[in-house]
């Protein structure tokens, strides 16, 4: 066995789960070794059955006392019972939907449970244990990693392969980390790293692989960031006219706020220096990110050049498209739309317009990446909810400028704690955007229980009867997704046939065509619907001014960072606005999460608590920012490793800034491996 062994060669693993494990990224027992747990088991200590702890899953070791018995509830639910004992006692155990149990215990062998042992009343029970005999226990009596996982694969199949990988290959990782930058920061070897952080000798070891892996992740992306900051300190941007500010701001219908004011500054001092800017704008939703955008577009177009908007969806993109339209076709600058709904015919229109410099600024979707789309003089890119696109694609954008680097412009309304954001977006200055303006009102929030739903329904009778619109937003697509988790499907369709026959009611998730999608949200847009259930697909997007409720299902399920952006779509028109968080929880760390939620509505408070809160849990959710996916290291909970390792990147670079050396080469490889969507950075 090698790096290079492919994963179907080993025993159990056909066409089928080879292809499930090819959705996870695992090909090879290369790719496997480096595919970390997301978290553990302690299965280290093994507890009589009468003495096991009830709040926690352990292990006990016992005795199959009687074969085990299924029975059929319904049409797809059965259950299968035994009963276990030991010297101390005895347990009833319950299986749900696991049939195969009956084969697998044998009455009269002793087995290794895992699971939350109940004490219900004098009796003790399991339900749904894992369980190994125990003469054959691989995954008992160990620390058990536990890994990310996909339909058709389980954790016991990860496990297993990983266990064998690990066992004949940890030794073969190359070791991509300078010795001397290894040994001045006390770090492990490659292979006591990928032994331990699979299956770790105790919580000691885990904590010395662990250090180890983030170390060298964050070390190596430190090392692609300053890449990237050098081949921006070299190029040259366009130069920009200095204008008066002024002038812009009479086209404004309302007055700025000092935040925008300074953000303009901010992009002045940028765009007439002479080096491409690269600037993050952050501020949340309703600060008037916009406006700034388009007084960027408006000294390129003093200057004769154009401008492209890229934003992440059809709806969004013809907001804009309809906001700069309105906003600077008065100074003479002509707006266009371009996305893939276009008929070919006002496609190929649009294009020749911008190939001739006829549009001065295009807003669109990725369609203004595609073949054909050719710019006369394209000088600003602006991109609207950054963590939607990565690195990548701003540099496709960017590449569509003949000759010098375009100045690029990325707008979030993600609230990112500022320590992260200077980290993260380690190529671009950051301006934040922490004032609204006057006359918004603030959003009521509240947290209720299931006891009072009926109350909830007559509120959204109330807001309809107004005249007004509602979104409602759940966090699974389809029933089964999670035990009382609120599905769009099943619930919109309970809802509109039992709740609200008499209203409008229509839904809307990531898993329909984006035709069929774009097709609500229009509707919706239009005032044609009265009450969206939607996922979480519209925390950005449509902008419904007339929509003056949000109401969150299983509030408790999302972190607080994306309840702020749902809350962000109400509270956008004249009317007092609502936010209503469903939850049943009754933990008292999850209620004092939300209350917190519902005290304040400064995005930068809720993402630094959020951060506080979650610790090392992912503050970004899956591929959130344009960065390269990091496999270990964990932006949120690492900031302490990641200033240890911005530093020795920064003395190695020093030392050696091509990395030419014969010891840096491999290093070099990594980070090129790690920016593969990024290739131009090094050249």
């Known amino acids: 066995m090698n790096l290079n062994t492919r994963l179907e060669e080993f025993a159990g693993i056909g066409p089928q789960r080879a292809k499930a494990l090819k959705?996870?990224?695992?090909?090879?027992?290369?790719?496997?070794?480096?595919?970390?747990?997301?978290?553990?088991?302690?299965?280290?200590?093994?507890?009589?059955?009468?003495?096991?702890?009830?709040?926690?899953?352990?292990?006990?070791?016992?005795?199959?006392?009687?074969?085990?018995?299924?029975?059929?509830?319904?049409?797809?639910?059965?259950?299968?019972?035994?009963?276990?004992?030991?010297?101390?006692?005895?347990?009833?155990?319950?299986?749900?939907?696991?049939?195969?149990?009956?084969?697998?215990?044998?009455?009269?062998?002793?087995?290794?449970?895992?699971?939350k042992m109940e004490a219900v009343g004098r009796r003790r029970q399991l339900t749904n244990p894992v369980f190994e005999r125990e003469d054959r226990a691989r995954f008992t009596g160990r620390i058990m990693p536990v890994y990310p996982l996909t339909a058709g694969v389980s954790n016991n199949i990860l496990a297993s392969l990983a266990l064998q990988s690990v066992e004949s290959c940890a030794g073969l990782l190359p070791d991509h980390l300078p010795s001397q930058v290894r040994l001045e920061h006390e770090l492990c070897t490659q292979e006591y790293a990928c032994q331990n952080a699979h299956f770790p000798k105790d919580q000691k070891a885990l904590e010395i692989a662990r250090r180890r892996l983030v170390f060298e992740e964050l070390f190596t992306l430190s090392?692609?960031?300053?890449?990237?900051?050098?081949?921006?300190?070299?190029?040259?941007?366009?130069?920009?006219?200095?204008?008066?500010?002024?002038?812009?701001?009479?086209?404004?219908?309302?007055?700025?706020?000092?935040?925008?004011?300074?953000?303009?500054?901010?992009?002045?001092?940028?765009?007439?220096?002479?080096?491409?800017?690269?600037?993050?704008?952050?501020?949340?939703?309703?600060?008037?990110?916009?406006?700034?955008?388009?007084?960027?577009?408006?000294?390129?177009?003093?200057?004769?050049?154009?401008?492209?908007?890229?934003?992440?969806?059809?709806?969004?993109?013809?907001?804009?498209?309809?906001?700069?339209?309105?906003?600077?076709?008065?100074?003479?600058?002509?707006?266009?739309?371009?996305?893939?709904?276009?008929?070919?015919?006002?496609?190929?229109?649009?294009?020749?317009?911008?190939?001739?410099?006829?549009?001065?600024?295009?807003?669109g979707t990725h369609a203004l990446l595609s073949e054909g789309v050719e710019y006369q003089n394209l000088a600003l890119v602006i991109t609207d909810e950054q963590h939607r696109f990565g690195v990548g694609q701003r540099s496709a954008l960017s590449s569509k400028a003949k000759g010098m680097t375009p100045h690029v412009l990325v707008m979030s309304?993600?609230?990112?704690?500022?320590?992260?954001?200077?980290?993260?977006?380690?190529?671009?200055?950051?301006?934040?955007?922490?004032?609204?303006?006057?006359?918004?009102?603030?959003?009521?929030?509240?947290?209720?229980?299931?006891?009072?739903?009926?109350?909830?329904?007559?509120?959204?009778?109330?807001?309809?009867?107004?005249?007004?619109?509602?979104?409602?937003?759940?966090p699974a697509v389809e029933e089964g997704e999670g035990a009382d988790l609120k599905a769009v499907t099943a619930y919109a369709k309970e809802l509109s046939e039992k709740v609200f026959p008499d209203l409008r009611v229509a839904f809307v998730h990531g898993k329909l065509k984006s035709k069929d999608k774009e097709a609500v949200m229009d509707a919706f847009h239009r005032g044609e619907l009265d009450v969206l259930v939607s996922t979480t697909v519209v925390e950005v997007g449509v902008d419904v001014p007339n929509a003056n409720l949000m109401i969150v299902e299983n509030a408790d399920r999302f972190g607080l960072s994306q309840l702020h952006q749902l809350r962000g779509r109400v509270g956008r028109g004249e009317w007092q606005s609502y936010c209503v968080l469903m939850s049943?929880?009754?933990?008292?760390?999850?209620?004092?999460?939300?209350?917190?939620?519902?005290?304040?509505?400064?995005?930068?408070?809720?993402?630094?608590?959020?951060?506080?809160?979650?610790?090392?849990?992912?503050?970004?959710?899956?591929?959130?920012?344009g960065l390269p996916v990091l496999k270990a290291a964990d932006l949120a909970g690492d900031t302490r490793v990641l200033k240890e390792a911005q530093e020795a990147a920064g003395a190695l670079l020093a030392r050696d800034p091509g990395l030419r050396d014969p010891e840096n080469r491999p290093l070099m490889e990594q980070v090129r491996h790690l920016f593969a969507d990024e290739g131009d950075i090094f050249n």
Not at 225 to 236: E, H, N, S, T, V
Not at 244 to 265: C, D, V, Y
């Open 23 to 115: 959705k996870l990224g695992l090909e090879t027992v290369g790719d496997l070794l480096t595919y970390w747990p997301r978290d553990y088991e302690d299965r280290t200590k093994i507890y009589p059955i009468n003495e096991a702890p009830t709040e926690e899953p352990c292990c006990v070791s016992a005795l199959v006392a009687d074969t085990p018995t299924t029975s059929h509830i319904r049409k797809g639910l059965s259950t299968t019972k035994c009963r276990i004992v030991d010297g101390s006692g005895s347990a009833n155990v319950t299986f749900f939907n696991q049939e195969y149990v009956r084969q697998a215990l044998v009455h009269g062998e002793s087995y290794i449970f895992y699971g």
């Open 223 to 363: 090392c692609g960031m300053a890449f990237l900051r050098k081949r921006r300190d070299k190029a040259q941007g366009q130069v920009f006219p200095q204008k008066n500010m002024e002038e812009f701001l009479t086209l404004l219908p309302f007055t700025p706020t000092g935040a925008q004011r300074k953000a303009m500054a901010e992009l002045t001092a940028d765009l007439t220096s002479g080096k491409p800017m690269n600037r993050l704008l952050q501020g949340d939703v309703g600060s008037g990110k916009t406006a700034v955008a388009a007084y960027a577009a408006w000294l390129a177009y003093a200057g004769g050049f154009q401008t492209a908007m890229m934003a992440p969806t059809e709806i969004l993109a013809h907001q804009h498209y309809e906001t700069l339209t309105k906003l600077l076709s008065p100074a003479g600058i002509r707006v266009g739309l371009l996305t893939g709904s276009l008929t070919a015919a006002e496609k190929r229109a649009v294009r020749a317009q911008l190939a001739s410099g006829e549009l001065h600024l295009i807003v």
């Open 413 to 474: 309304a993600t609230p990112i704690p500022r320590t992260l954001a200077l980290l993260i977006y380690g190529d671009l200055e950051v301006t934040i955007m922490d004032e609204l303006p006057a006359g918004r009102k603030a959003i009521d929030t509240f947290l209720v229980g299931e006891d009072k739903r009926q109350r909830m329904y007559g509120f959204v009778r109330k807001q309809v009867s107004e005249g007004r619109q509602v979104y409602i937003i759940c």
């Open 584 to 625: 049943s929880n009754r933990s008292p760390e999850t209620r004092e999460r939300l209350k917190y939620f519902c005290s304040t509505t400064d995005g930068f408070k809720i993402a630094e608590k959020d951060l506080e809160l979650r610790g090392p849990g992912d503050f970004f959710g899956q591929r959130q920012h």
